[in-house]
């Protein structure tokens, strides 16, 4: 046996065999295999990669995850909550419609234009063909409960009178949608191009301004 087995086997046999979320050693292999994973993709991926970047030996590696795929799931369970989406808070939206509605905007977009998240989200998109359960969590924890959330916060606007939007979960889609019009694409295809303060403000505006055009009827 050489000194790289024998290393590997002293190294495990300091781990739980259980891992335990969120103790040092998780957290640095799950960022080594963030690191591996936004590099080389999901199938270019190897957990030799993953141990040597997360600088743990691949005895260690294997207590921890019984292989990529565990691996991979376990970085979208943990990302998923983090989601702009989910992240939307629409409890302190009491007061004036269009105010209101351009505090949750600029929230949403400072939420969503993380650079962690973005990571994630592209992480996912190279390998929902062959998992398409990836995508489907982070669509559940993102858009969807966003939507819901949304929805819910505009069904109050619609019994005041204030909106005029049958379908509230759609209204809702579409308003996030035009607060991350042109801005959204452009950080999601282009790593390191986040929006300036400014360009933010003015698609916040005129998402606000598009939206009440739409759906406010004035009062």
């Known amino acids: 046996m050489d000194r790289r087995d024998v290393t590997q086997i002293e190294d495990t046999e300091t781990e739980k065999t259980t891992p335990r979320p969120d103790t040092a050693k998780y957290r640095q292999i799950l960022n080594g295999a963030r690191e591996v994973f936004l590099s080389h993709g999901y199938d270019g991926a190897s957990m030799d990669q993953i141990a040597r970047t997360a600088g743990v030996s691949k005895g260690t590696l294997y207590v921890y995850f019984p292989g990529k795929e ?8 943990k990302d998923r909550l983090k989601q702009a989406e ?5 409890a302190a939206g009491e007061g ?4 209101t509605l351009t505090k949750i ?3 949403f977009i400072e939420q969503m234009f993380n650079p962690e998240r973005l990571s994630t989200i592209r ?18 924890a993102g858009p969807k409960k966003g939507m ?6 505009l069904k109050k606007y ?3 009178g204030e909106l005029t939007c049958p379908d509230t979960e759609l209204a809702a889609a579409q308003f996030m949608d035009l607060c991350s019009s042109r801005i959204g694409k452009r950080a999601m295809f282009q790593p390191g191009h986040l929006p300036a303060p400014e360009d933010v403000d003015a698609n916040v505006a005129s998402a606000v301004h598009m939206f009440l055009a739409a759906y406010g009827t004035g009062k």
């Open 70 to 77: 565990a691996l991979f799931r376990e970085l979208i369970l």
């Open 86 to 90: 989910a992240l939307l808070d629409c």
């Open 96 to 99: 004036n419609l269009r105010d």
């Open 105 to 107: 905007g600029r929230v």
């Open 123 to 140: 992480m996912v998109i190279g390998a929902t063909e062959k998992f398409p359960e990836f995508g489907n969590l982070l669509y559940e």
């Open 148 to 153: 819901e959330t949304f929805g819910r916060f």
């Open 158 to 160: 619609v019994a005041k």
